[in-house]
């Protein structure tokens, strides 16, 4: 395993899923864990209590990333407990799907307010905050590839956190920093399968080159890698960790 002991990351969107799976897997690689969540405050004291069972090393930031004052509470509230912050995992998000036609003002602010913006404000904090050399990962989705029908809002919020990504890449190279984002496919969260029938998971699990869904690991073991110092040399990419979806 990667062995990052000494190191601070703040994952957004930590309390259950995909971001929960990360913190813990960090935490194993020794690194110091800001589990940020919103709204689920008991998950993400079972997260932070799973990781304290681990030996690791934990606190719990409630911040809605899409208030810039909260993220940068979060951010001030991580350099406080741990001394600096080296990683960023921007993995908080939501997908609502709805026919474009369908879909209302509130569905779209949603999507480009916390997906958008909170990145957004929280490249913003670590363009002064986060340590040099350290390592930043957005998070985006393969649906900006596949152009599936209900799912307009979400891959364009996506496809605009890229963007970012590859630009501030180069805004911030000479601090040694690393910003790439992982286009996540049909994982097994319940963020994925809300709404789904068991076929449709089926068939998406059939579009995989391995013929199943991912599972929260596959991806931790991606975010565990770029986040590495074995990864400085990748910025600006956008990664898929989806099985071969597309």
């Known amino acids: 395993m990667v062995n990052l002991k000494g190191k601070t990351a703040i994952v957004t969107g930590a309390s259950r899923g995909i971001g929960a799976t990360i913190a813990i897997k960090l935490a194993e690689a020794g690194v110091n864990v800001v589990?940020?969540?919103?709204?689920?405050k008991s998950?993400?004291?079972?997260?932070?209590?799973?990781i304290d069972t681990l030996n690791g090393k934990a606190i719990?930031?409630?911040?809605d990333v899409s208030k810039f004052s909260e993220v940068e509470k979060l951010f001030d509230s991580a350099i406080q407990h741990f001394g600096n912050v080296d990683i960023l995992v921007n993995n908080a998000g939501?997908?609502?799907n709805n026919l474009i036609q369908n879909a209302t003002d509130n569905e779209f602010n949603q999507h480009f307010e916390i997906n958008v913006r909170g990145v957004f404000n929280m490249l913003k904090q670590a363009s002064t905050k986060l340590a040099e050399n350290g390592s930043i990962i957005n998070?985006?989705?393969t649906t900006t590839k596949l152009m599936m029908p209900t799912y307009g809002l979400y891959s364009a919020s996506k496809a605009a956190v890229e963007q970012m990504s590859r630009v501030f890449a180069k805004e911030v190279g000479v601090k040694g920093l690393n910003v790439n984002a992982v286009l996540t496919g049909t994982t097994n969260?319940?963020?994925?399968k809300e709404g789904k029938s068991e076929e449709l998971i089926k068939n998406l699990a059939a579009m995989t080159a391995f013929k199943r869904i991912g599972e929260p690991e596959d991806i931790a073991k991606t975010v565990i890698f770029l986040s590495s110092d074995d990864a400085k040399w990748i910025t600006r990419q956008s990664i898929a960790t989806n099985g071969g979806l597309a």
């Open 94 to 96: 939501i997908m609502k």
């Open 35 to 40: 589990i940020n969540y919103n709204g689920n």
């Open 139 to 141: 998070f985006s989705s």
């Open 60 to 63: 719990i930031v409630q911040a």
């Open 43 to 50: 998950k993400a004291e079972e997260a932070a209590k799973k």
């Open 189 to 192: 969260t319940a963020l994925f």
